[in-house]
């Protein structure tokens, strides 16, 4: 005979052993480092492995964000319907978090475009320490949160440059229940996004082009000399890369050439992909454009 | 694909010694050098990058028609 099927959803466990002489906890979030969904390192040793985050990184599958300034909680209680002989959740507890950012406005420009994603949210402690979650089958993700990016805010003479970003987590129970608290052998001051790279054109005719390359917000003003043959491509008109030779950066100027023959208007200059310099990945947006004397 | 101090020459490069001289010896690697010992180091810089056979692997691989090497 048919009848009604329901799962009550009760998650009822039997009691855990309580015994403990020392309470291990990590200290206050610094920073966040957000990861699309899906992204977990294979194991507890590789979330503390320093090369396996800059590779991370590097693949764009982890976005580390800026300082978290006066990290708080905004957590919302549930809310209930009392009636006189039970009591019912009607609004599950949100957990909440709150942190404010010192922001130039490219890298506000590059955080509000997590605005509304949702995301696997690792965060930073001052220990060093890496809060994250564990999967059943033994690997290492962030909690899962959607990141609210607030209004860019004008400094003023209390307060620098700033946004506030709230992150709400989809479940608390996430790192209650599923924790990992890490104490890795480095520090979240070593972790860089990738940088954008901006190519300047110093001169370029048929057969020579003198270029620099510099990061940071703009036109930047922090040369990287360091590139080397495998880091630049030209590219004709068409987009077909040209066979070139490279000359490394003058030290004395930060002007590296690339020679070959043929360069003509509509030609581009830019990095091969994301290009790792130390721990430190750049991208150009855009490759430069080759017009030629 | 050959290397002399910074430079990386181009696959297959087979430019004349002249034309070498003239692409490469005005860059800061040559200028560097000590004039007495500038030509001699040209030519051993020549010589590797004419000694070129192997195929590049990187990002300045070849994909389309190019003109490198064409005097």
């Given amino acids: 005979m048919n009848r009604p099927y329901v799962e009550c959803g009760s998650k009822k466990t039997t009691y855990r052993n309580t015994g403990a002489k020392k309470q291990c906890t990590l200290k206050k979030t610094v920073r966040y480092a957000v990861a699309e969904k899906g992204f977990a390192f294979d194991s507890i040793e590789d979330a503390k492995d320093k090369d396996k985050w800059d590779a991370a990184v590097k693949d764009k599958k982890l976005f580390p964000l800026y300082d978290a300034e006066e990290y708080a909680i905004a957590d919302t209680e549930a809310t209930y319907w009392e009636g006189e002989n039970t009591r019912l959740e009607t609004t599950p507890a949100k957990k909440i978090r709150t942190f404010r950012s010192i922001l130039g406005l490219c890298s506000y420009n590059a955080l509000k475009s997590f605005d509304g994603q949702e995301m696997q949210a690792f965060e930073f402690t001052t220990d060093p320490g890496i809060k994250a979650v564990l999967t059943e089958d033994g690997k290492v993700k962030g909690q899962t949160v959607v990141l609210n990016i607030g209004r860019l805010q004008d400094a003023t003479s209390e307060l620098p440059q700033n946004a506030v970003v709230t992150v709400n987590y989809k479940d608390f129970n996430e790192r209650e229940d599923f924790g990992a608290d890490l104490r890795p052998e480095w520090s979240y001051l070593e972790l860089y996004g990738i940088f954008d790279a901006f190519v300047d054109i110093v001169s370029a005719d ?56 043929g360069f003509a208007n509509g030609f581009t200059l830019g990095l091969v992909k994301v290009v790792s310099v130390g721990d430190m990945s750049f991208e150009t947006p855009e490759p430069a454009k080759i017009t030629v004397a | 694909m050959g290397v002399y101090k910074g430079i990386t020459f181009a696959e297959g490069y087979n430019k004349s010694f002249a034309n070498f001289k003239k692409e490469f010896a005005s860059t800061h690697v040559f200028k560097n050098i000590p004039s007495e010992k500038r030509e001699a180091e040209l030519e051993k810089a020549y010589a590797i990058a004419k000694g070129t056979s192997k195929k590049q692997k990187n990002g300045n691989s070849k994909e389309s028609t190019s003109t490198i090497g064409k005097d």
Avoid at chain 1, 210 to 230: I, M, N, Q, R, W
Avoid at chain 1, 238 to 253: K, L, M, N, Q, Y
Wanted: aromatic share 6%.
């Fill in chain 1, 206 to 261: 048929a057969t020579e082009i003198k270029f620099t390359v510099s990061s940071g917000c703009g036109s930047g003003d922090e040369l990287v000399t360091e590139l080397t043959a495998a880091d630049v491509e030209v590219r004709d008109a068409a987009g077909g890369v040209e066979s070139v030779s490279f000359v490394a950066a003058d030290p004395t100027d930060g002007i590296y050439t690339v020679t070959g023959t």
